[in-house]
Antibody
């Protein structure tokens, strides 16, 4: 069955960048979009945007526009999220999710801690 | 942006009893609504999509209903493993997707 496996936890200083990977298996990677969602401590799930894994088209939430970049490597069946100019408020668990029927498969989450 | 509002914030229910969770959209989203179960330390799990279609492998005690702006998730006979935070999500206003603030279900 479909599975998404994310890269491990990261600790970053304010102003730095972080890149998280999301490796897919068990389904045709290029057929479905990959979305990125984060959850800061005590907050609701927050949608960040998505990438069409087939053609690479992207759409970003206005909140993150200019700071986030999604990419994918079809040969590796992997998607990536790059978030720059990190602030303490970016401390959160970041998830990738596959969209077939809503978000039917999620990665295990990657904790990003931003601290000086 | 479509704002999703869930109620109540916390629901305390005895095992075997029914739990009813509500979700309201700030504008019509047709039936483009999903429900997720989120347990601490785990990835969210899709329960229902299309407002009322159970996802693969989801027990029959979970059911969704509603359309337009008002939606309900019902857990017909609460089990101990159902303790979690439940989120609704709209995916009508593509490609922008928004979540509710969550309802925490506790076992009495």
């Amino acid at each position: 069955q479909a599975q998404l496996v994310q890269s491990g936890a990261e600790v970053k200083k304010p102003g730095a960048s972080v890149k998280i990977s999301c490796k897919a298996s068990g389904y045709s990677f290029t057929t479905y979009a990959i979305h990125w969602v984060r959850q800061a401590p005590g907050q609701r799930l927050e949608w960040m945007g998505w990438i069409n894994a087939g053609n690479g088209n992207t759409k970003y939430s206005q909140k993150f526009q200019g700071r986030v970049t999604f990419s994918r490597d079809t040969s590796a069946s992997a998607a990536y999220m790059d978030l720059s100019s990190l602030k303490s408020e970016d401390t959160a668990i970041y998830y990738c999710a596959k969209e077939e029927n809503a978000f039917d498969c999620w990665g295990q989450g990657t904790l990003v801690t931003v601290s000086s | 942006e479509t704002v999703m509002t869930q109620s109540p914030a916390t629901l305390s229910v005895s095992p075997g009893e029914r739990a009813t969770l509500s979700c309201r959209a700030s504008q019509s989203i047709s039936s483009n609504l999903a429900w997720y179960q989120h347990k601490r330390g785990q990835a969210p799990r899709l329960l229902v999509y299309g407002a009322s279609t159970r996802a693969t492998g989801i027990p029959a005690r979970f059911s969704g209903s509603g359309s337009g702006t008002d939606f309900t998730l019902t857990i017909s006979s609460l089990q101990s493993e159902d303790s979690a935070v439940y989120y609704c999500q709209q995916y009508n206003n593509w490609p922008r997707y928004t979540f509710g603030q969550g309802t925490k279900v506790e076992i009495k």
